[in-house]
């Protein structure tokens, strides 16, 4: 399985930005795919997840609202639109996947496969 991320980079308070995931090399259904990110000093969090196919999702309180992942089946991607930035979003953004069930909050342990990460700066 490879996840390949873009998207991210710099935007301003109040505004938005959006990150894509494109997976490859596995069967798409069944999986649960994870946004998580890492702010420097700080543990990484789990940020929304999904499970593929699926409408089952689930938020961090802190983004809950102001954040949304989606998916486009046709094109193996899943999306994290986020909206209302502020300056604690600033973090390295990953997405990872595993085949498991969601549970709340994602444990990045559970996640096998990892996106090589890309920043978001918000200020």
């Known amino acids: 399985v490879q996840l390949v991320e873009s998207g991210g980079g710099s935007g301003q308070v109040g505004g938005s930005l959006s990150l894509s995931c494109a997976v490859s090399?596995?069967?798409?259904?069944?999986?649960?795919m994870g946004w998580f990110r890492q702010a420097p000093g700080k543990k990484r969090e789990g940020v929304a997840v999904t499970l593929i196919g699926g409408d089952s999702t689930s938020y961090g309180d802190s983004v809950k609202g102001r954040f949304t992942i989606s998916q486009d089946g046709n094109k193996n991607t899943v999306y994290l639109q986020m909206d209302s930035l502020k300056p604690e979003d600033t973090a390295m953004y990953y997405c990872?996947?595993?085949?498991?069930?969601?549970?709340?909050?994602?444990?990045?342990?559970?996640?096998?496969?990892w996106g090589q990460g890309t920043q978001v700066t918000v200020s």
């Open positions: 990872a996947t595993d085949w498991r069930g969601i549970d709340w909050p994602p444990h990045s342990g559970d996640y096998g496969y």
């Open positions: 090399g596995a069967g798409y259904r069944g999986l649960c």
